[in-house]
């Protein structure tokens, strides 16, 4: 009598060498992942002058009284507020978008000519930034533009609306311009936006302003892609501040910050998908971006945008420099 075999039949020698391929290439995986998540975080990085240094004749004294809404998970972000020194047709109001590693306050010289021009101005401390929930965090990655969405509501203004960035706040403003409401603005302005490592406007220099993990972008992108986003709080990004002020702003940024302050990784679908009217400022002298090239970078992207340049400032001095003042006020009036 033949008995049925109670154990399943071992597979063949060829079986058994293909499993176990596979087995030692998702252990080489598995390492080369862990090892990147471990060790390929954003390394240290010298302070860059030209970027901390402008800050030091700035008078702060008369910087407005942190103001502050309650974002939809219950987190109080905090914002500036500059009423206007004088009736402006539309009533229009500016919200303006800090850049990298900064905070609302940062904005203060620019957010002072504009609300003298006649415009009311909100300064935002976005979500990881300021006062705004935990340095270098955010919960998601879209939660930014949740958070300028709530904004809005919170703090609701009768007439039209300018969302403006300076750095990397231009390019969220632009990642918020293409977006699914973008309608909450009638009007964008980006103050010598960061478009993307790719774009041509991007400079490469030898004293850097971030220092990037790529490493550790990279496996937690291949994590999330398979829905693992236990890890999106680790660092990514490292700004080369001066230690006097490192406990004034935000020193990293979390992989979901490093990504929801910023354009898409598609940078110019961003452009594309945008139908408000749109403009850009930016200085001649800019030492991270190439200002001569911003035209060329949206008419590539196929959406030919208004830009000025101003002679003669740098990067920080169009938020600051008396001269950028003028050419900012008309592009916001325009």
Not at 33 to 59: E, M
Not at 132 to 149: F, N, T
Request: with cysteine; charged share 20%.
């Amino acid at each position: 009598m033949k008995y049925p075999a109670l154990l399943p039949a071992l597979p063949g020698t060829g079986m058994r060498t293909t499993l176990l391929a596979i087995a030692a290439t998702l252990g080489v995986l598995a390492l080369v992942l862990i090892t990147a998540l471990v060790f390929g975080g954003p390394q240290p990085i010298a302070p860059l002058a030209s970027i901390n240094r402008p800050f030091d004749k700035v008078d702060f004294s008369d910087v407005p009284t942190t103001c502050s809404f309650v974002a939809r998970d219950g987190t109080r972000l905090a914002w500036l507020d500059y009423p206007a020194a004088r009736d402006a047709p539309g009533k229009r109001r500016i919200v303006l978008v800090h850049g990298s590693s900064a905070r609302a306050r940062s904005m203060h010289v620019l957010a002072k000519s504009l609300a003298q021009a006649g415009f009311s101005v909100a300064a935002l401390d976005m979500r990881g930034h300021g006062d705004s929930g935990a340095r270098g965090q955010a919960g998601y990655v879209d939660q930014l533009e949740d958070d300028v969405a709530d904004f809005m509501r919170a703090v609701p203004h009768d007439g039209s609306s300018t969302l403006a960035g300076f750095s990397s706040g231009g390019g969220f403003v632009l990642r918020f311009s293409g977006g699914k409401r973008q309608d909450l603005f009638d009007r964008y302005l980006l103050l010598a936006p960061y478009l993307h490592r790719s774009a041509p406007t991007h400079r490469a220099i030898k004293d850097s302003w971030a220092s990037v993990g790529l490493p550790r972008i990279i496996a937690l992108t291949v994590l999330n892609r398979m829905g693992i986003t236990a890890w999106n709080d680790l660092p990514t990004l490292r700004f080369a501040l001066d230690e006097a002020i490192k406990d004034q702003l935000t020193s990293s940024y979390s992989y979901n910050l490093t990504l929801a302050f910023a354009p898409h990784q598609d940078y110019q679908s961003d452009i594309r998908g945008g139908h408000q009217p749109m403009r850009v400022v930016a200085g001649s002298e800019d030492e991270l971006f190439d200002a001569s090239r911003y035209a060329d970078a949206f008419a590539d992207a196929g959406r030919p945008v208004p830009v000025s340049v101003v002679p003669g400032v740098g990067h920080m001095g169009l938020t600051l420099d008396p001269r950028a003042m003028p050419a900012i006020v008309q592009a916001a009036g325009q």
